[in-house]
C-alpha cells in the first residue's frame, strides 16, 4: 500500500526551519512520510543532517524532498552561465538526497520556480532545448546514484515551460534517462489538465511522484475534488509510490508570499485534527 506524507509547509510560515519536530508530528498524527525542502536541506551542516536522518530513523518516518530551483540557478535560462551553475547546483542537490537516503528529488526542476518567459527574452522552444540539454547531463548524476528526479507539473502562473503531463512526458522522452519520472499533483491538475483521471493514466508507469490537495489547496477531503476518480486512476495503474499532501492554508511569511496566501484558509480550525482525519480519508481511499 502506497506510503501517505504531508509537507511541513503545512504548519510552518517559512520555508527555512527545524524539520525534526515535525517528524514526531507526522508520526503522532498518522502519517508514513515527512517531505521537506530540499533548499534548505542543503543550508544544513553535516552534523545537522545526519541528527535529522538519525530521528527520522529512530521514529521510523520516511523523508522525501521537493524543492523549486532558484532564478540564479535557471537550467532553462538563455544565459549560459546561469545554467552552469544550476547544473552544479541541482548535482549537488542530488547528492545531498543519496547521502541522506532521500530516494528521489521532486518539484520543479526543470526552470526556475516562479519564472516568467517574457523575461528570458527568447522563445519557449529555446528555452526548453536548454533545459533538456541541462537535465541530460544531470540526470547522469542521478542514474549514478541512484536517485531518481521527479519533474511537477505545475500551473501556469508558476511555470511557463511544463504545465501538462503530455508535455512532461514529451520532456522526460527528449532527456531519455531511467532515472527521469513526472510528478503530478492535484491541485496544478485541476487548473490546467482536460481530464483528471486522463492525465494519470497518461503518466502511467512513469509517475515517480504524486501530490494532493484540494482545488484550493486545503486537505484532501475538504473540498470539491473527485477523490474516488483519482484514486481508482492510480489504482488502476499500479501506481505504488508515495502520496503527499501539499496543503497551504496559512499566510505570511516567506510561504504564503511565495505561494500565494493572503487569508486564512482554515480560520479557527485545529490542523493538527485536520491533517489526522485528512490522512485518515486518504487511507479509505486505498482499501
Known sequence: MNKIGILYGYWSKDWEVDYNPYLQKVKDLGFDTLEINTLHLMNMSDDAQKRFRENADELGVDVLAV??????????????????NGIKYTKKLIEICSKMRIP??????????????????????????????????????AEELNVDLNLEVVNRYETYLI???QEALAYIDEVDSPNVYVHLDTYHMNIEEDSM?????QAGDKLGHFHIGE????????????WQDIFNALKEIQYEKAIVMEP????GGTVGRDISVYRELMPGVDLDAEAKKSVEFVRSLLV
Do not use: H
Not at 197 to 201: A, N, Q, V
Not at 215 to 226: A, C, S, V
Not at 248 to 251: A, E, I, K, W
Open 248 to 251: 497551504f492554508v496559512q499566510p
Open 163 to 165: 504545465n501538462t503531463c
Open 215 to 226: 482545488n484550493n489547496r486545503k486537505p484532501p477531503g475538504t473540498g470539491e475534488m473527485p
Open 67 to 84: 524543492i523549486g530551483i532558484p532564478l540564479e540557478y535557471d537550467i532553462a535560462s538563455p544565459d549560459s552561465t546561469v545554467r552552469k
Open 197 to 201: 483521471t486522463g492525465s494519470i493514466l
Open 104 to 141: 528521489c528529488a521532486s518539484g520543479v526542476l526543470f526552470a526556475a520556480w516562479l519564472a516568467k518567459l517574457e523575461d528570458q527574452g527568447v522563445s519557449k522552444s529555446v528555452c526548453w532545448n536548454n533545459s533538456v540539454a541541462s537535465m541530460k547531463e544531470i540526470s547522469k548524476v
